[in-house]
């Protein structure tokens, strides 16, 4: 009952915009922009600044025909719930982690096998190769919903509220938040941890009540979400760099044009192009305000027992039918470099 409230809210939100979903084939004057709605959860900056950036692009290129409303911090619901919108067509873009993903396409797995990229180089190859990337994009095709672009959420590594983690021995006993996906619970498994699976708004008063002892994630957690305040060590153990992902309701291509919807493809293709230029400044610019608002601790570690403690994982889906081939595909970038 809770989402079907949520959905009618969404419409009743849109119809009172007064242009309705599809409104290119309604009665309304040639020149009416066809509005196209897209939600977000919180976010980094250089994160908001792409989303927008790719509707000021789709404005751009069409000439005001078709623009982009945005519904942004989570104000329509979590990652979930903006995904079953977009599925349904209560929105028509959101973008989510791609994690978030993985329990609507076993696919987006694989971006949670730790240390799968051996670099940001590897990981920038794989996620502009459409071999690879065209297949789990439009692995949701049947859900009502496909993959359009990615956007660099850098690397992930825990942080802490008691000190520092230098070994996976330190992470024994520690109760760690990961995403809802089974491929970051079972990695904190395997590296002697519990993992406590929950949504990011919860995270902050999780850490301040000691329910969990630290969490995973990049730099902005620290200073933009503020969670800085209660956990103040961070390590780099690096362990994922799992995408963001744009998502797209499949029935937005019957609403527009040919050249509009053409539009929207290079509109996304360019965004990413402009987030890669600006995330790894925001990222230093973070890291900079952490320190100095909540004295928070950087460390370097030793990534090679990490590795060799997460190699079940590696094993699991090389030797598994469903994603041999995709692994090794992902795999090949790294010998190619």
Do not use: W
Not at 35 to 51: C, E
Not at 118 to 143: C, K, Q, R, W
Not at 226 to 253: C, F, L
Request: net charge negative; glycine share 8%; aromatic share 10%.
């Amino acid at each position: 009952m809770k989402k079907k409230h949520l959905l009618s809210v969404v419409l009743m939100s849109v119809l009172g915009t007064g242009v309705l979903a599809g409104c290119g084939n309604s009665d309304a004057s040639a020149d009416e922009a066809i509005v196209l709605r897209y939600a977000y959860a919180s976010n980094s900056q250089p994160v908001i600044d792409s989303m927008k950036e790719f509707g000021r692009l789709i404005e751009e290129k069409t000439d005001g025909e078709v623009v982009v409303e945005y519904f942004p911090d989570g104000q329509l619901g979590s990652e979930t719930e903006l995904i079953e919108l977009t599925q349904t067509g209560g929105i028509d873009f959101t973008k989510v982690s791609g994690s978030a993903l993985e329990s609507f396409s076993k696919d987006y797995s694989i971006f949670g096998v730790p240390y799968i990229f051996d670099s940001e180089e590897h990981f920038y190859s794989v996620m502009e190769d459409p071999e690879i990337m065209d297949g789990i994009y439009n692995s949701t095709a049947e859900l009502g919903f496909v993959g359009l672009t990615y956007y660099d959420s850098g690397q992930r590594s825990f942080y802490m509220t008691d000190g520092p983690i230098n070994t996976p021995e330190d992470l024994k006993g520690k109760k760690i938040r990961v995403m809802q996906s089974e491929t970051a619970i079972k990695m904190v498994e395997l590296l002697g941890g519990s993992a406590v699976p929950m949504g990011s708004s919860e995270v902050y008063t999780s850490l301040q009540s000691n329910l969990i002892d630290g969490a995973e994630n990049n730099e902005f957690v620290l200073y933009t979400a503020g969670h800085g305040g209660v956990a103040k060590y961070y390590s780099y153990d690096a362990h994922t760099r799992v995408p963001d992902v744009v998502i797209m309701n499949d029935a937005v291509k019957e609403r527009l044009s040919d050249d509009q919807y053409e539009a929207v493809l290079e509109a996304a293709e360019e965004s990413t192009v402009y987030e890669k230029s600006v995330f790894k400044a925001a990222v230093e610019k973070e890291k900079e305000t952490a320190v100095a608002e909540y004295g928070i601790v950087f460390n370097e570690v030793d990534i090679a027992p990490f590795q060799a403690a997460v190699e079940p994982l590696h094993e699991q889906f090389k030797n598994n039918a469903t994603y041999s081939e995709l692994y090794n595909m992902i795999r090949a970038h790294a010998d190619a470099e």
